[in-house]
């Protein structure tokens, strides 16, 4: 199967689910955020880095990682600062934000994300069809633009880069 579940603390102090995956298997963003205790939902991002020479994206975001059921404030809202490699890119796509909003505001990116297949676009854009057979196609909502940005890649991968935290608002 490639993957197995395993216990694995995400931040919080308590223990939540994750995934494993084998070395060198090519990992989907929805693999990697079913690995998350609330996949991308919530998180924030700090910024992009694109290097199309070797097809790379990275984005570092601020990771919700609390449980919903925790009994405490740190049990459910502990984020952790990460940064999520995509390689074999094939796009990155971003949306012009809704000029109804604040996008000029300085300050992290709030997002939520999903698999672009089962999404209902009223997108202007029209996204190139994928080149590989192993790619995979996502989408990232911007609450604070309503709009979108999307990411073709190959193989994606989640590097903590933080101890788990508390955001400050």
Known sequence: MGFGKTQAHCGSGRVAQALVF?????????ELEQSLPSGFHDAHV???SVDYVKREATITLDVLVGVP???TDFERETYRKALLKLSGLEYLVIDAPDSRYQYAKPGTLWIDAGPLESAKLNSKIK??????KNAFAYLFFVQDWNSFFYIAATDSSLEWLSEPFMPND
């Open 22 to 30: 084998e070395k060198g298997r090519k990992v989907t963003l929805f």
């Open 46 to 48: 700090h910024g992009f």
């Open 69 to 71: 059921e925790g009994k």
């Open 127 to 132: 996204l190139p069809s994928l080149q590989s």
